[in-house]
């Protein structure tokens, strides 16, 4: 995809606004690449059309107002002033009580889009304090703000009546009870609801798009996901939430995030993943239960919570590795950086060690050479 990106670079604006938008679908799962985003695409079609059509205005928009903001060319490039508006399209249409098609929800979904780079302007000036990414936030802020603001009862954009989850385990379901089938579709199907899909056919293909740009984060979406089935699991929760992913999505992103995309990928960062997706798991059962009370969705806070957590963290260890930001690409390229680091630093430490032995030899040698001035 370097070599895409340059030739894209030469090409007219049309052509790079859409390769920027491909890309911006694909980094709502940190992934810089035009064809995931394609495939990503194809997978919102398979499920929505609605939904996929309000994703892409979402992103369009989002992209064309960072430009129209003179944001930093090579962000929006990347498609990191796309994503936000990707998911604020997609589940702005998932959380409609009007269902499908229906036109004036391109409204509300454009003027949020357009406030996705305004607030993640505002937000990453904060973030950058401390060298944090801003992850989903504006999406969290924006979708929750949209549903607060109209609420089930309203006449042109009504929302879905969230009702408040106060119950745990419901009579109905046991352990004998669980469909093995639907409880391994759970696992792809809760990597597709990063976008809001619950098909297992939309979780695939975004699965087979995260192993065409990266298999390092392929397979970490696929075991957060499975910590956060087995999480709902241990705390009984109702099965179909278990089956529709919803217990799966805020996992894999955690588990992605800290195993390889901004720590480079360790033994160690791998098992810190995997601790963060079960931490995820536990955050996801109670912001759930708190913000559905207010009848607003969780959306991705629990994702963002656990991730700044872990990022936070300071550690002795070498081999939890923390990258700043303006380095981060996809895990193999961490990887292959890192390498690239500590050899310039063996090779710098080689360097200075040959030239202070070369230095305590000439002040060894110096009454020697001293002498042959009297000669």
């Known amino acids: 995809m370097h070599l895409c990106g340059k030739w894209v670079k030469r090409q007219p604006l049309v052509v790079q606004l859409l390769d920027w938008i491909f890309r911006g679908v694909a980094q709502v799962m940190f992934v810089n690449n035009p064809l995931s985003g394609l495939l990503i695409t194809t997978g919102l079609f398979l499920q929505n059309p609605w939904w996929a059509l309000n994703g892409l205005l979402g992103t369009i928009v989002s992209t064309v107002s960072a430009i129209l903001l003179g944001q930093n060319r090579e962000a929006i490039s990347a498609g990191l002033y796309g994503y936000n508006g990707t998911l604020v399209g997609i589940l702005m249409a998932v959380f409609s009580a009007k269902g499908s098609w229906y036109w ?62 106060d119950r745990l385990h419901p009579p109905n379901d046991s352990i004998q009870s669980l469909n093995i089938t639907q409880l391994f579709l759970s696992v792809p199907v809760g990597v597709g609801q990063v976008y809001g899909c619950d098909s297992p056919w939309t979780g695939g293909l975004i699965l087979l798009a995260l192993l ?56 160690q960062t791998h ?54 930001l303006y380095v981060v690409s996809c895990p193999e390229e961490n990887r292959r950086y890192q390498k690239q680091l500590k050899a310039a630093e063996k090779a710098q430490h080689s360097q200075q060690s040959s030239s202070q032995d070369k230095a305590q030899l000439t002040e060894d040698r110096g009454p020697d050479v001293g002498c042959s001035d009297y000669d």
């Open 104 to 165: 004036w929800l391109l409204l509300p979904n454009g003027f949020m889009s357009m406030m996705c780079p305004v607030v993640s302007s505002a937000l990453s000036s904060v973030a950058s304090k401390w060298d944090l990414p801003i992850f989903t936030l504006p999406f969290n802020i924006l979708v929750c703000l949209h549903i607060a603001a109209t609420g089930p009862n309203h006449p042109y954009f009504p929302q879905i009546n969230i009702q408040p989850n």
């Open 212 to 267: 065409l740009s990266s298999p390092t984060i392929g397979f970490h979406a696929i075991l957060g996901s499975a910590a956060g089935m087995l999480s709902g699991l241990a705390l009984a929760a109702p099965h179909k939430d278990i089956y529709s992913g919803l217990w799966g999505y805020n996992c894999a992103l955690s588990c992605i995030a800290i195993g390889g995309v901004f720590y480079v990928i360790t033994w």
């Open 271 to 324: 098992l810190l993943a995997l601790i963060c997706a079960f931490f995820c798991a536990y955050m996801t059962a109670a912001i759930s239960k708190l913000m559905s009370v207010l009848a607003i969705p969780a959306c991705t806070w629990p994702f963002c919570l656990s991730a700044f957590i872990f990022l936070l963290i300071s550690s002795e260890i070498p081999a939890i590795c923390r990258l700043p």
